[in-house]
């Protein structure tokens, strides 16, 4: 409103309707303490004493008591700056926020290309790219989540910038909910980049004496291209973002029931899963939907959590007891934010829906959404979950959330307090049960984001099982998150999507560049399927704490057939995955150059029965020769310092 005619950053209104503001500068310092002022969904931890936090304060030109607090962390080692604002209200009068962002960058030229990740159910995060000048981009969801639509990641780089070279920016924010960001190409070609909540539909009534504070945005620098991004923010998300016991303990192995069984099952099969995934290695039974009430299809009991006693006729505890005395952990699905229309819960709780009372209530995926900003169901969903902590001696859940929230109540707060809620619930139960690993889902990645990340411990990408596929979404998700936050499964073919075939090998291999599980019906396995799933788990296990700590490489494919390849650095040891979908005959083989390594160094490179053995230099520079043949192939090769 007062002639910077940009996307604003803050917009307000006033007791007396007006809705201009002009923020000056009032004070600033800088604190080796992350001050957190208020209670926001998902602050950073402080930093470690190295890291600064520069406080800058702005007061409003005509109401001096009504400041704006911009807080910028650095976080050196990574270079990553965190930017969060806390609006403060002393005026003696109720404030108005329509929009309050999390992060603003003003670039002097308009010369970049803006990346972003959109996508929609089994179809996650495509990689699209547009030139900035003389355009208004914006990346944004309004469906309550961060939503597979688009993800609030977003890289700004220079024309020239390829994955190992050029100079990249990136911004992450930290929240689940709706999200903005906005590349517009302005007055002289400048370019200003904002982030934060999503304007539309969001609204707070910021009464004297309060604050509110937006959520933060990570924000990374770096002149060796996508590549170079991605390292920094894994390395500051396993840091920083990841916390509680998982931040440093392995992931276990899995199996879940869903695509081996889906509503099919009961004690007796999934007994021997367990016992037939004991065999194989497996250290994690998750039992998937279909669990309670008469859940035999998407349309029923969703909401009325207890056991369905034809399918487990010793209840959950019985099935968790049984599961534990083989050694294994149990874990169990939920989705708590729902409720199927046919539930003793709705029934009794028309009213713990987001609906109008004169309008027919949305069904998506025949459920509806509770309204997690009543106490009385926050109350009710942490009931229901630490119960089923509590009783069953659960090891690990299964967070799903299949549909986006509609019908929202009039208070336009609701989208902000919806995932606030969701966050509350989450953290109030790991604290009582701090060994518990949380997973999130949102029929596949609905909401996935740095926010999910600082709550749950890890999530699932995509519905999309198809080996091949799953190589594409791993590809994209992997530019901004650590391998070791990926849910990946080895699942039965043809897929039940795609309807393809493909090797087990290259199945498991694709699932091993993340945190591996097993979705197959392995009760149906061939004596040869069991002995490769025994080496392939057994095989993970070794090279698991490479996959989920190692610095991560997108290596350059430098044949012309649709060589996929992989790169993994742990201290003195080292992976390289290789994929071939396709051969083509009288191709030249694929010249594979490592990255990271130290040039002075001799390694060894060992796949199958082949030994090679060079200086870093070397396996950088000149990089060595593979063909892979057939259809769907790939190759594991291992990296040893010498
Ligand atoms: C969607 C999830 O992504 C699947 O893995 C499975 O849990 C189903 N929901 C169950 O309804």
Known sequence: GKGDYGDPFVCLTFADGSRTSDFVFESSEVKDEKPTLSGMPCALPPSCPDDQTLHVILKEACRPTLRLHLFYTAYSAENVISRRAVLENGTGETVVINKLLSSQLDFEDSDYIMTSFHGSWTNEMNRSETPCSGKNIVNETRLGFSSNRANPFVMLSRPDATETSGEVYASNLIYSGNHYECAQSGEL??????????????????KSGESFETPEAALCYSAEGFGGVSRCFHRFVRKYIIRGIWANKAKPVLINSWEAAYFDFDENRILSIAKQAKQLGVELLVLDDGWFGRRNSTKTSMGDWTANPEKLPHGVRGLADRIHDMGMQFGIWVEPEMVNPPTKLYKEHPDWI????????????EQYVLDMTREDVQQFVYQMLDDLLTSYDVDYIKWDANRPISQSN??????????????????????????????????GGGRIDYGILGIF??????????????????????????????????????????????????????????????????????????????????LYKEIRPIVQEGDFYRLENLSEDD????????????????????????????????????????????????????????????GIDLRLSGDYASELIFISEM
Request: aromatic content about 14%; charged content about 25%.
């Open 410 to 443: 009039l208070d336009r707060s609701v989208w902000y307090k919806h995932i606030e809620a969701v966050y509350d619930i989450v953290k109030a139960l790991k604290k009582k049960h701090p060994h518990v690993l949380f997973e999130a889902c949102a029929s």
């Open 563 to 622: 060589y996929r390849s992989y790169e993994y650095l742990k201290d003195t040891k080292g992976l390289l995955f290789v994929f071939l979908s396709h051969t083509r005959i009288g191709h030249r083989p694929l010249t594979l150059k490592l990255r990271g390594l130290k040039k002075d160094t001799r390694y060894k490179l060992t796949y199958g029965d082949q030994e090679i053995i060079k200086s870093g230099a070397y396996f950088m520079a000149r």
């Open 189 to 206: 070609a400048r370019l200003r980049f904002s982030t934060g909540i999503h304007p539309e539909g969001f609204s707070w009534l910021l």
């Open 457 to 538: 411990d890890d999530f699932w990408t995509s519905d999309n099982t198809d080996a091949c596929d799953r190589l594409t979404i791993q590809d994209s998700y992997s530019y901004i998150y650590p391998i070791k936050a990926m849910r990946a499964w080895v699942t039965d073919c043809p897929n039940f999507i795609s309807n393809r075939d493909i090797p087990m090998r290259y199945r498991f291999h694709s699932a091993m560049m993340g945190t591996l599980g097993i979705g197959c019906n392995i009760l149906k396995f061939s004596d040869e399927e069991t002995k490769l799933a025994q080496e392939m788990i057994a």
């Open 354 to 365: 987001y609906h109008f009372a004169n309008r027919v209530s949305d069904t998506s995926r």
